[in-house]
């Protein structure tokens, strides 16, 4: 009896540990809830990771791709075209808005969110960037010295832990008195 409670309870100890163990290890990435922004919605966005990213800003952007574009924190984004026919400004999602302060239309995303932009003198000509956080690093994996310490560190403890809420027999409590 005492031998299947202590295997109950390292049992309950271990699944615990290894529950807390992955859920640190592999905690998801959480994505960012956003409603449609200019048209743009969230199965549009097209995930392009590498490198600067552009978009051909002249009347093709209504149907281009990228105007339902999806980067990281730290990267760029530049319009390329005629900025003085087609005013480039922010428009729709998340605030502050990056897109509203750009330079001769470039824009460099400092924190995630979903930034709506527009053509100032063309309403059609519009879209959006989702800029994501970049993913966290993977916890790093337990070698097989710590994997070992931490299994009797936990067996250890169970035992001490069972011998602590074992109940006395009979014959125990007769040699108290």
């Given at each position: ?140 994996a337990l070698s097989f010295g710590q994997f070992a310490l931490l299994l009797l560190l936990l067996t250890v403890g169970g035992l001490v832990g069972s011998r602590r809420s074992r109940p006395r ?9």
């Open positions: 009896m005492l031998l299947q409670s202590t295997n109950r309870r390292l049992k309950r100890g271990l699944l615990g540990v290894g529950v807390a163990l992955s859920s640190l290890a592999f905690l998801p990435s959480l994505a960012h809830a956003q409603a449609v922004v200019n048209d743009c919605q969230t199965s549009q966005f097209t995930d392009r990771r590498a490198g600067v990213r552009t978009i051909t800003w002249d009347f093709g952007v209504t149907s281009a791709p990228e105007r339902c574009m999806q980067v990281q924190v730290g990267q760029t984004v530049v319009w390329n075209g005629d900025l003085s026919s087609h005013p480039l400004a922010g428009s729709g999602g998340d605030s502050p808005n990056p897109i509203s302060a750009h330079q001769n239309g470039s824009v460099t995303f400092t924190a995630p969110g979903t930034f709506g932009f527009v053509c100032l003198a063309h309403s059609s000509m519009k879209g959006a960037i989702q800029v994501l956080a970049a993913p966290a690093a993977a916890a790093p027999s009979a014959s125990s409590l007769s040699d108290v008195s």
